[in-house]
């Protein structure tokens, strides 16, 4: 399940918990927690903690209405 998250997470986009685990057809605490286990593997980076300031985020127009969310990224070559 790892490798589908991975996948997910290289397509791009808005990757909110409660989305990825429809499409991974788990809970969003086990996307959660598998985030946080490639994030300390180094394979995953949270690049960064939305609020209210989307500035120049090429996510904006996705994710605008979403608090607090958290975006990922791939590490090359991880």
Known sequence: ???LLMA?????????????????GTTPQMVAAMLEHL????MVLSYVNCVDDC?????????????????WKSVPGA
Not at 11 to 16: A, M, N, Q
Not at 39 to 42: A, C, D, F, S, T
Not at 56 to 69: E, P
Request: net charge positive; with cysteine.
């Open 1 to 3: 399940m790892l490798q």
């Open 8 to 24: 997910e997470i290289e397509r791009g986009g808005t990757l909110e918990t409660g989305n990825l685990a429809v499409r991974l």
């Open 39 to 42: 994030r300390r593997l180094g």
């Open 55 to 71: 500035g120049g985020c090429s996510l904006r127009d996705g994710c605008r209405s979403k608090a607090d969310m958290r975006l």
